[in-house]
């Protein structure tokens, strides 16, 4: 994708976000992007970032870390883990990001919580819920959550900031909201059980299902083909 095109496809990325929140009343600030770059070079990344885009989320943590290298004169570029998290690859994903989406298990907060280093500040993280309870999808069940959160608010080097979740795929529009609903109001749950907590994120909706998302209160939209095109094939 030349950059003259991923000009055009970011600023309808944008004003497709500005519209959906124009649309569910809310300001447009409420929202913002993050940039999906799995699969795509540094310099794809670095022509995004040319163009004003910070936030970018990244899924194999040795493909992120070889980007991050590349791209290390931007200092204020913004790096989110939004991939399967292991056990092996929670000292990379502490030591080199900013911002963790898909934790699930309070040992893998646990771990992260130990190697983060202390220098780089409190670790944001999104606990990821399995808000259709998918047997073959990750993340904690509704059920779960309250004591999983309670675990992560107890770690310093942590900042619990919200949910994340993928809901099943579905074509209607209210199909779509139901369980953004759904993951919104468990957010609102955990904001009144822990008031003092900065939990003020919900990172819900893709290419497929933004404006559903928005609808219900995302703060973090997370779009790769609608940025980037199509996904590249992993070497």
Known sequence: MKALVLSE?????????AEALRAAGRPVAGARLLAVSKTKPAGLIREAWQLGQRDFGENYVQEALDKQAELADLDDIVWHFIGPLQSNKTRAVAEHFAWVHSLDREKLAQRL???????????????????SEEPSKSGVLLAELPALAEAVLAMPALRLRGLMAIPAPAEDREAQRAPFARLREALAALQERFPDAPLDTLSMGMTADLEAAVLEGATLVRLGTAIFGERAARQ
Not at 9 to 17: F, I, K, N, Y
Not at 113 to 126: E, F, H, M, S
């Open 9 to 17: 496809s970011l600023a309808a990325a944008r004003a497709r976000l």
């Open 113 to 131: 919580n130990d190697q983060r280093p202390a220098g780089l500040g409190p670790l944001d993280v999104c606990l990821q819920v399995n808000i």
